[in-house]
């Protein structure tokens, strides 16, 4: 069975930083783009960032640069690095396999507020 499992959300102040992990079933993790997507209550799931199995990224222009995508092969781990943070960032934050049919964590909450 895939997992995918998220951590190191939390509270955080506007301008800050925080960093998120996904961890996902090494069986797929190799063979599998990874994403991060996040959802504001009463928004729409938005698309944040891909990575490709070769590290190729991409982002929605909107982020303005301040989000970055990584992964840890190794580790079979991709994250997050979030910076000058706004407090509507505040979310709840998804990491997805893409590997077919696609698989969702359960979601870590990120809260950006003084």
């Known amino acids: 069975q895939v997992q995918v499992v998220e951590s190191g959300g939390g509270l955080v102040q506007p301008g800050g930083s925080l960093r998120l992990s996904c961890a996902t079933s090494g069986s797929i993790f190799n063979l599998s783009a990874m994403a991060w997507y996040r959802q504001a209550p009463g928004k729409q799931r938005e698309w944040l960032a891909t990575?490709?199995?070769?590290?190729?990224?991409t982002y929605p222009s909107s982020l303005e640069g301040r989000f970055t995508i990584g992964r840890d092969n190794a580790k079979n781990t991709v994250w997050l690095q979030m910076n000058s943070l706004k407090p509507d960032d505040t979310a709840i934050y998804y990491c997805?396999?893409?590997?077919?049919?696609?698989?969702w964590g359960q979601g870590t909450q990120v809260t950006v507020s003084s």
């Open positions: 997805r396999s893409n590997y077919p049919p696609g698989y």
């Open positions: 990575i490709t199995t070769g590290g190729v990224t």
